[in-house]
């Protein structure tokens, strides 16, 4: 996993193992602005939470989760096929 941080001095890469990257959101749960995002681009976009799940490839209980922040031990690849669908 790669993620980009910010310094500031500027942008700088950081390498993450996936496992690495479970224990941060264990800890911290889901990022509040993916959580922001999500909602916005759904409403943005006049989309039901099913009608995005079934874009995500995911549950539409799932996507409630998410968007509330609930969301705890998400899967690197749900992570990603959320920031897939709404980039």
């Given at each position: ?8 001095s ?43 799940a ?27 096929r ?6």
């Amino acid at each position: 996993m790669r993620k980009i941080g910010k310094t500031l001095s500027g942008n700088i890469l950081i390498e993450m193992s996936v496992n690495e990257w479970q224990q941060v959101v264990e800890h911290n749960g889901i990022p509040k602005d993916l959580s922001a995002a999500l909602v916005q681009y759904r409403m943005e976009n006049g989309l039901t939470q099913m009608e995005l799940a079934q874009k995500i490839g995911i549950s539409r209980t799932r996507v409630q989760e998410i968007e509330r922040g609930l969301s705890r031990n998400m899967r690197l690849r749900t992570y990603e096929r959320v920031l897939l669908a709404i980039s």
